[in-house]
């Protein structure tokens, strides 16, 4: 009999699934990336606290909890491996009666690491499941200070195909202790766009307005080329024309809109502007031209991700 398809290696299939969003993305596609995210958990309480946002995501349908075992479990006597199994099962379990509470579809998923690091397993696993964005917070139980991107979270920045959400919280000193006041209960309320004026980073601009639920939007522009004075001031003034456009062409839409320039280091500017303006956001592409052309190595989404306070959404 023949057969209309053959089987592809898994590595095969894994670019398949990348193709595919490189290709949505191409023509556009603005479907709501939040309808099927896959939720990396190690069970620390600052995967606890961006789990409790979930719930909160605008349109959001199923969840897939995933847990990645750090050890192979070759090296381990049977008996402790079954018990090690079930413990990690458990927590999955009551998590996800937690979150089919709020009327969520749930899928639970242990995986081994097979040779590959905790952050390639996730990004495996997230295209095996076709999820349409990754969400996950800033530091697990590795906290180390003065790092606020732990190694997990900057790998999936670096190689996932798809939107990344890494979830971060206020840090507030009081009597009693160290306060964490979420940002999930508004986290659309007031989003940060930088922008290179790239195809990419007016594509995420778009993405972001189309969120339902999006409050203001707050479009930065940051000057970091220019040989002479009045080069950096043509810069500017062109920066000025561009984001007016952009403010305008919103505010059409019933999305108010706030415009900034400034000069200086991108990465700098934008976690500095991101506090000053207070944001709930920072919404930016991982690929572009000028500040952003090097992204998938590192560069400006790379450094605010590491050092801002405030969740980032990576659009893809």
């Known amino acids: 009999m023949n057969v209309a398809w053959t089987a592809i290696s898994y590595s095969e299939s894994i670019s398949v699934y990348r193709a595919l969003i490189l290709f949505r993305r191409m ?35 199923e969840v897939i909890l995933l847990h990645v075992a750090e050890t192979e479990k070759s090296g381990r006597e049977r008996w402790v491996e079954g018990a090690i199994e ?17 009327g969520l579809v749930v899928k639970v998923r ?7 690091s905790v952050g390639q397993a996730i990004v495996d696993v997230a295209a095996e499941e076709e999820a349409t964005v990754i969400v996950m917070s800033a530091r697990g139980k590795n906290l180390i200070r003065g790092l606020l991107l732990g190694s997990v979270s900057s790998h999936i ?23 964490y006041q979420k940002f999930c209960p508004m986290i659309l309320s007031r989003v940060l766009c930088p922008t290179d004026f790239s195809t990419f980073s007016d594509q995420a601009v778009r993405t972001a307005s189309n969120i339902p639920g999006i409050g203001s939007i707050v479009l930065l522009h940051v000057i970091s080329r220019g040989e002479t004075k009045e080069e950096i001031l043509e810069n500017e003034a062109l920066a000025i024309k561009n984001l007016e456009e952009s403010r305008d062409s919103l505010e059409k839409r019933g999305i108010q809109a706030t415009t900034i320039v400034r000069r200086g280091s991108p990465p700098h500017e934008i976690n500095h502007v ?26 400006t989404c790379v450094e605010v991700a590491k050092n801002t306070m405030r969740p980032i959404l990576i659009l893809r």
């Open 27 to 61: 023509i556009g596609w603005d479907g709501n990336m939040f309808t099927r995210v896959l939720f990396p958990t190690d069970f620390s309480e600052h995967a606890r606290r961006a789990q409790d946002c979930i719930g909160q995501l605008p349109g959001i349908h």
């Open 110 to 116: 242990i995986e081994p690491p097979r040779g590959r």
């Open 274 to 299: 991101a506090e000053e303006e207070d944001v709930s956001l920072i919404c930016m592409s991982s690929y572009g031209r000028g500040w952003f052309e090097d992204l998938l190595v590192g560069s």
């Open 86 to 102: 079930k413990k990690v099962m458990r927590s999955l379990n009551e998590e996800k009666t937690l979150l089919e509470k709020t």
């Open 157 to 179: 920045l670096r190689h996932a195909p798809i939107p990344l959400l890494i979830m971060r919280y206020k840090v507030i000193e009081s009597l009693s202790g160290v306060v």
